[in-house]
């Protein structure tokens, strides 16, 4: 009774490894390149969701520009419990 279990599952074992990850069709774009960015620069546009303790919403960098400073920082693991 064991071994045509243990055939089964090297039968499927094998055949997983004959399909492959990503269609064959499938077109890979390159990664865009990073940005770099000195001190004085423009940041460039970008959109985030926010939390006001009610609910989400998108907020742009565009809706600031040129009408109040914007400082952003990132905490990172904020709010993970660890």
């Keep these: 009774m064991r071994k045509p279990r243990l055939a089964v599952l090297a039968g499927l074992i094998l ?14 774009k ?9 001190v004085g620069d423009t940041a460039p546009d970008f959109t985030l969701l926010a939390f006001d303790g009610a609910q989400l919403k998108k907020v742009s960098l565009h809706d600031y520009r040129g009408k109040k400073n914007v400082a ?3 905490y990172v693991f904020a709010f993970t419990g660890g």
């Design 30 to 38: 390159a990664p865009p390149k990073p940005l770099t960015l000195k």
């Design 72 to 74: 952003l920082a990132f």
């Design 15 to 28: 055949l997983g490894s004959f399909i492959p990850a990503q269609p064959f069709n499938a077109q890979t």
